[in-house]
């Protein structure tokens, strides 16, 4: 079964600095996609960015931008000029299709906290 | 254009009631996933369709637990009789049939409350 762990339960960055949310899994799969979602206090789960395991070069969304490293089966997103709004719970999610089902797994999550 | 749309969301019941969730997907959209998320458990996807069909419903916890997608543009999620550790927040989310890569999209929520 494939899992998802994010290793740090909390952090804590100041307003305009660059932090990384560190995420990793394990499956046996070769073809998946990889998904980081936000989810502020208001409790709506917001994609953030994505990424295609089939892909080498890591995606980027503005101040998201991700380190894919299939090898070692990490994804790591990167926040550049931390904001107030990034202020919320992140989730790493990986998905694949095995059997005729999908499944899109999450990890624990990760509390971020922007201060000012 | 609307995203999922979910009700009621907020609902707070006592125990043995039956509890209707409601879903409605972003209209195109062909699969439709129901999730619970708890402190404890995080996300978990209870149950997914395709085309109005379930595809996968290893996730329901029991059966008190039920789904039903009667059309392409409503499904709900039953619980039938509630217990106090059913209380969580229960998310629908929908996504394109365009591909795996697609994300899916999640509505605001249902945040269940039994007494």
């Known amino acids: 079964a494939q899992t998802v762990t994010q290793s740090q339960p909390e952090m804590s960055v100041q307003e305009a600095e660059t932090v990384t949310l560190s995420c990793t899994y394990d499956t046996s799969e070769s073809n998946y996609y990889l998904f980081w979602y936000k989810q502020p206090p208001s409790r709506q789960m917001i994609l953030v960015i994505r990424q295609e395991a089939y892909k080498q070069q890591n995606a980027t969304e503005n101040r998201f931008s991700v380190n894919f490293q299939k090898a070692a089966k990490s994804f790591s997103l990167k926040i550049s000029d931390s904001q107030l709004g990034d202020t919320a719970m992140y989730f790493c999610a990986f998905m694949s299709f095995q059997g005729g089902s999908e499944k899109l797994v999450f990890g624990k999550g990760m509390k971020l906290t922007v201060n000012p | 254009d609307a995203g999922v749309i979910q009700s009621p969301r907020h609902e707070v019941t006592e125990m043995g009631q039956e509890v209707t969730l409601r879903c409605k997907p972003i209209?195109?959209?062909?699969?439709l996933f129901w999730y619970r998320q708890t402190m404890m458990r995080g996300l978990e996807l209870l149950i997914y369709f395709n085309n109005n069909v379930p595809i996968d419903d290893s996730g329901m916890p029991e059966d008190r637990f039920s789904a039903k997608m009667p059309n392409a543009s409503f499904s709900t999620l039953k619980i039938q009789p509630s217990e106090p550790r059913d209380s969580a927040v229960y998310f629908c989310a929908s996504r394109s049939r365009a591909g795996l890569n697609q994300p899916q999209h999640f509505g605001d929520g249902t945040r269940l409350s039994i007494l």
């Open positions: 209209s195109g959209h062909d699969y």
